[in-house]
């Protein structure tokens, strides 16, 4: 057996464990944000950018609770939907003290919430020359996640499915053409619905999983979170263990010898 | 004079940095940023940014997403 049950991934130069990041939306308070976070086991945090309510502005906050000492922020630019507000809120995050890491998301149709895979490759351009580390949200679609790659981000993110949707991963073919394609790690981000969904990602070879509503949609989030962090782990291992192969014919566990008469 | 802030007309002194408005409502010391009529502005430049009419200023802080 290999003794580091735990191997660690790099991305934009740190090292993680945990390759379950986790959203931060949709929870009943920041109490429960807080406690999903740590059974999740996640050390990658997304949070999102959004104007202070100025006729209440002593609100408590989300990063009183989720500390940027203990975890690895990453602001998102979700509900931009040109490329130039992503580029806004990316600018406008970093100068909020968190890093250089943002979760780019150009949305291009309010629906499906798919991405505008144009505009995700413009904004990508000017964030990689602005020295941001981008991880792009981004189709299933080889191509684009290519480009994307090509520009200089950090990973790419494909959907597995809608965001928020639950459905699993819908096109695993196309991930794994992603796979064998990328030299930068493939984070599934979106469309995840529970930990079965999420130990066929790491089983195929995805460096990582994001999710949010999965974990906060569930009737129990914190024991949904827990799971996720355990099909995370069981699909990783189960990737490196290497799986048998599928025959279509049983093979006997039990010796054919030594029968009774 | 009028300044809008995250959209809404508010009122503040001539002279009034944007220091002082981001004092004013009580995140001086918070973890907000700071757009300048649609360019970033380092907080250390907030002291020395003078408001004039119809500046548009947004505040921004992080929520919960994913």
């Known amino acids: ?261 | 004079m009028r300044v809008h802030i995250n959209g809404e007309d508010k009122q503040f002194d001539e002279g009034s940095s944007v220091a002082d408005v981001v004092a004013s409502l009580g995140l001086a010391g918070r973890r907000v940023a700071v757009e300048y009529n649609r360019e970033v502005l380092r907080a250390g430049d907030w002291a020395a940014t003078p408001l004039r009419e119809n500046d548009a200023l947004e505040i921004v802080h992080f929520v919960g997403g994913g």
Do not use: W
């Open chain 1, 1 to 261: 057996m290999q003794n580091d049950i735990f191997d660690v991934f790099e991305l934009a130069g740190r090292s993680y464990r945990s390759r379950l990041l986790v959203g931060t939306g949709k929870y009943a308070d920041f109490e429960q944000t807080r406690l999903a976070i740590e059974a999740s086991g996640a050390e990658i945090v997304t949070v999102a950018v959004r104007r202070v309510n100025i006729t209440d502005p002593g609100k408590p906050n989300l990063l009183d609770h989720v500390d940027p000492k203990r975890y690895t922020i990453l602001p998102n630019t979700a509900g931009c939907y040109t490329a130039d507000d992503a580029i806004r809120t990316c600018r406008l995050a970093r100068e909020a003290g968190i890093g250089n890491l943002v979760k780019l998301e150009v949305i291009g149709d309010e629906k499906t919430l798919f991405p505008d895979v144009a505009a995700t490759i413009e904004a990508a351009k000017v964030l990689v020359a602005e020295g941001f580390d981008v991880l792009p949200y981004i189709t299933d679609d080889p191509v684009a996640c290519k480009r994307l790659e090509d520009i200089g981000c950090k990973a790419v993110m494909p959907l597995a499915a809608p965001i928020g949707s639950g459905l699993g991963i819908r096109n695993p073919y196309n991930i794994r053409l992603i796979l064998e394609q990328s030299s930068v790690p493939v984070i599934v981000d979106a469309g995840v619905g529970t930990a079965s969904d999420a130990a066929v990602a790491l089983e195929m070879g995805c460096t990582a999983v994001l999710m949010n509503t999965a974990i906060a949609g569930a009737k129990d989030p914190l024991l949904m979170a827990h799971a996720m962090k355990l099909g995370v782990e069981a699909g990783r291992a189960a990737y490196r263990a290497g799986r048998m192969p599928r025959r279509l014919y049983a093979t006997a566990s039990s010796p054919l010898t030594d029968l009774l008469g």
